[in-house]
């Protein structure tokens, strides 16, 4: 069983070298003693990268994320991924059962002992299975959950999204579309900002790591200003974009990947217009959601069908290359969705 562990827990931007891959055996059996009782064994097909991974690799988390804790350096590093039961000691699960969750290693074969987390997957007719890592995921949620509860869009609005070619900005620029607004997106590369424009249908789109002034980037974009920031990076960003927003504008704070890597978190100079123009902002956690998965299936499924949703994957083969995607996210190295394919499904 190929897995990747943790070497030691991290401070700054996390390195290649700061995980490994080793090699032990595993019984393909669900233990027949206690231990096994209830678990469930899967052969794991697609794993997921995703930033909040960062925060498990240090040692000390901050107290504001409870539901968040440190890697441990003996076990296989774990995420969201997809798998196949392969034996089950659970009378909901059976051999042959797909499913994703969030508690599957960074290994080939994981015994899961509590599998009431894991969701089973019934949609699989002509869409692809690391889907469920991403637009039918923990991702697809987050855009969707994030941009509607909190960011309260109506037909014309203008709409920012930063980090806006990623596993969730991706999608929440075809939602805003969706329903008539105007979109602009920012991200860190040529080939990014094309894709904004010509695959995801954004209005308009900048690369951040180009502009010097972030103000008159959005002054450009937005000369009426922000209705609805999606802040998928927090930092500069959002100080710039605060200057920026309309009045009653609203801003939902899906993530700050901007900062996760800082000794040092940067200070926010322009809060006081939350203050001014009235700003709503609000954080979003998208494990308070999960009961509403299946209203979630029943507006995005039918929108991939038609095709009026489109979703752009990044996918690494290999387990031994796991690595390398995952801290890729903080340089930018994925274009969309990063997943790490470690089986033939
Ligand atoms: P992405 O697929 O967008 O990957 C991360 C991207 O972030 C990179 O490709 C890079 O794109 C950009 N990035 C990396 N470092 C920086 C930086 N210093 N400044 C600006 N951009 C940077 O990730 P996700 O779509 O999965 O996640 C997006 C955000 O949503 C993250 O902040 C994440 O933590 C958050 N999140 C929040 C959840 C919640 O419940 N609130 C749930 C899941 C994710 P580029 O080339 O454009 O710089």
Redesign the pocket.
Known sequence: NKQVFLADYVSGFPEESNLYLTTSSIKLKVPEDQSGKDAVLLKNLYLSC???MRGRMQRDLPPDRPELSSYSLGSPIVGFGVGRVVDSRHSDFKKGDLVWGSTIGWEEYSLIPNPEDLFKINHTDDIPLSYYTGILG??GM?AYF?FFDIGSPKEGDRVYV??A?????QLVGQFAKLIGCYVVGS???KE?VELLKTKFGYDDAFN?KEEHDLDAALKRCFPEGIDIYFD??G?K?LDAVLVNMRLHGRIAV?????QYNLEQPESVQNLSAVFYKQIRMEG????EHYHRYSKFLDFVLPCIKEGKIVYVEDITEGLERGPAALVG????R?VG??VVKVAQE
């Open positions: 995703d930033p909040f923990m991702p987050t994030c930063s980090a070619s990623g596993a969730i900005g991200a860190g590369s990014k951040y998928n990076v930092g960003m899906c993530g700050m990947i901007s979003f956690a998208v494990y996210l903080f340089s930018g994925n969705k990063q």
